[in-house]
DNA sequence: CGGTAAGCGAGACGGTACGTCCCGTCTTCCT
DNA sequence: AGGAAGACGGGACGTACCGTCTCGCTTACCG
C-alpha cells in the first residue's frame, strides 16, 4: 500500500526539493505548484505524491534543508547575549528568502492541520525547547527569576518577532530585537 | 472604467458577504470560493470581481462586519486590568469561527501584499493605536515606565497571542492572558 | 445543470471539429486525445467536456459532417445496378481516412453503448432505411422476390461489405462488390 | 535478448490467462489493464510484457483457450445443415461474454496491426477455411453452383452475422442465422 | 554440486491523459 | 448601467496506467 522508503530513487527526492526551493523562490509560495516542481525537477508527478501529501510539505523538507543548523542557540554563559545573538539570528533569517518560505508555510499551515503539526514538531519545537532550557539555566544560576513560566516567556519573545514577521507591522531588525528583550527582561511597570 | 458606487445594489452586497461568511465557517477559508459565494448568494460573479479584487477582500469586509466593536478597549483607570479585559477578549475571538476566519486572512496576507495593508489598516491598526494610547496614559500617570517604546510594548503583548493563535503552540485562555501580562509587566530578570 | 445551446460558440465547436477530424487523420482513432484536440483548437478542455460526452462523440460529429451526401442511394430504376453504384461508393469511402475514422468509431461502440446507439441512429439507420425501401421498390416492381425478408437483405449485402471491412480479409473494390451482388442476387444453390 | 520459452513458468502464464479473463468478464474488454491482470494474478508487470506485447495478445491468448473447439463444422453430407449448425452455434457464442470479448478484441484490432493479424490468423483462418472447404465439397457433390467465389460466399454468409454482431442492430438467433442462409442460398432476384 | 544467470514478484520511476474545479474575462439578456 | 447567468480559454489538481527499470529471491543448468 504505502511505498517502500528503501527502494526511494534518492536522484529524484533531491531533484525535487532543489526545484521546490527555487521556484518558491523564483515565484513566492503560493504559486509554486506540484506540476511545476515535477517538471522543474524532471520527475513524474506520482513520485512526489508517493512521498509527500502536499506541495507544502514537499516544501517544509526543502526549508528544512536549507535551515540546517544556521540559528541554533550558543551557549556564552550570559542568557541576555544568547538571547540577543539567537534572536538576531532568527530576525534575520526573517528578512530573507528563507522567510518568505516560512512564511508561506506558516499560512498553509493554517488550513492544513497536518501541516501544523509537522512544522510545530519538527522546525519549532527542538529551537523553542533549547530557548527553554537556556531559561532553566538562568534561572538555576541566579540570572533568571527562579519561579518562571517558561513556556510563556519563550512565547513573549518570540511572539514579537513573529509578529512582526507574520504581520509586517514594521522592520524586523536587531534594534528591535533589543528592545523587545530589554522591555522583556526588565517588564513594562514603572 | 470603474463602476458607479451609487448603483451598487445593497441586497447583493449584503447577500455576498453573509454567503462568504456562511461559507468560511463550513468549509475553511482555504476552500471558500468565488464561485460558491456567488452560486450561494444568488449573484453573478462579474458582481463580485465589480467590487472586490479577490475572494479574500470580501472575506475581510465579512471578518470586519462581524467582528463590530466587540473587543474594543475600556478605560478603568487601571492599566493592567484593562489590559487584561481587552487581551482576553482578544484571545475569545481567536478561538472562535472568526478567529478561524481571521487566522486565513492572515495567510492569504502572506502571498499578497494588498490584503495585507488592508488588513493592518483596517483591523489592526486601530486596535493597536488604541493599546498604544493606553499605554501613554499609564505612563503619564505613573503606572507605566515613562522610557517605554511603545510600539514594541504592544508587539510583546500581542505577539504571545499572535504566536498562540497562528502556531497553535497551546490553549489561547485566561491563563495563558495572565502569564503573559504578568511576565511582560514585571520582567523576566531575577 | 446542462448549458444552454443557444449560448454556445460556433466558432469553437467548428474549431473543435476540425481539429479532431485532422488529428485522426494524422495520428488514428485510438490515439486522438480530448486534451489534444483542445490544444489544436485553441479551446478550453472544459468547452468539450461541456457539449460532448466522449472523444468518440465528437469525432462521430466530425465524420458526420464530413461524410455529409457523399453515400447517398440514388433510383435510376433498375435494382441492381443502384445497389451496385451504392455499394462501391460505399466500398470507395471505407477505403478513406474518413473509413479509418468509421472503423474507429466501430471499434469504441463495442465498449460505449450510448456511442453504439448514436451511430447506428445517426449513421446507419438512415442509410439502412434508404436500401431496404429500394428493395420494396424493387420487389412491387417485379425484379425482387416479393417476399423478401428485407432486413436480413439489407444485411446480408452490407455484411459483406463492413467484414471487409472491419476484419480485413481482403481489398475492398469495385470486383468484390459485384461477386457480392451476383451472388445475393442468384444465390448460393446450384 | 528475447526470453527463453524453456524457462516459463507455466503457472504465472495460467495465472495471467485466467485473471484476464476474468477481467474482461468482470469490466468488459476496454478496461482491463495491465496492471489489473497482474495484480489479480499475483505476478509482476515484467511477466506479462516478457512474453505478450500488449494486453489484447494476452486477451486473445485467453479467449482462445476459452472457444477450444466448441464451434467447429461438422460434415452430416447436407451442406445447407452443416452451414445452419455451425452458424447456429457461432451465433450463440456471439452473445456470450466470449463473445463481448471478441468484440473487444476486433475493436482493439482497428487500430493494432499486429493484433489484427493474429486474430485473424488464429481465430479467423481456420475456420473461414473449413467453410470454405465444405462449400467446395458441397459443389463437387451437385448441391452447390459449381462457378461460386467461395471466398465471397463466405464473407456473405458470416459478414450478415458480423454486421450483426458488432452493429447490434438486432437479435442474433437461429431465426436470423435461418433467414440469412435462405436469402444466400436461393438468392433475392424474384 | 556449487556458481551463475535466467525468470520471477514487486513496485518505483518518467511520463501522458484523464475528468474536474476554479480562475478571471467575456457576452447576452433582463430590469 | 448594474446585475444574474453562465460560456469561454486556461491552468492545476490528484488519479490511473503506460512501458521501463531495478531490486532481491528462487530455481534450473552447466562447468
Not at 4 to 29: C, F, K, V
Not at 43 to 54: A, H, L
Not at 130 to 159: F, H, Q, S
Request: net charge negative.
Amino acid at each position: 500500500m504505502s511505498p517502500n522508503p528503501t527502494r526511494r530513487s534518492l536522484q529524484s527526492q533531491q531533484a525535487i526539493l532543489s526545484a521546490a526551493y527555487d521556484l518558491a523562490r523564483e515565484l513566492g509560495t503560493a504559486k509554486v505548484t506540484i506540476e511545476g516542481i515535477a517538471a522543474r525537477a524532471g520527475v513524474g508527478k506520482q513520485t512526489i505524491y508517493r512521498w509527500w501529501p502536499s506541495k507544502a510539505a514537499v516544501l517544509l523538507d526543502a526549508l528544512k534543508a536549507a535551515v540546517g543548523g544556521s540559528i541554533d542557540l550558543t551557549d556564552t554563559g550570559d542568557v541576555a547575549a544568547d538571547l540577543r545573538a539567537q534572536m538576531t539570528a532568527v530576525a534575520g533569517l526573517f528578512g530573507t528568502d528563507l522567510g518568505r518560505l516560512y512564511a508561506g508555510l506558516i499560512a498553509e499551515a493554517q488550513s492544513d492541520p497536518d501541516l501544523a503539526r509537522s512544522v510545530k514538531e519538527t522546525l519549532l519545537a527542538p529551537r523553542v525547547a533549547a530557548v527553554a532550557d537556556r531559561l532553566r539555566k538562568g534561572a538555576a544560576e541566579g540570572e533568571i527569576r527562579p519561579d518562571l513560566n517558561v513556556t510563556a516567556a519563550v512565547e513573549l519573545l518570540y511572539g514579537a518577532l513573529y509578529y512582526r514577521f507574520l504581520l509586517q507591522s514594521g522592520p524586523l531588525d536587531a534594534d528591535y530585537v533589543d528592545a523587545t528583550l530589554d522591555l522583556a527582561l526588565t517588564g513594562l511597570r514603572a
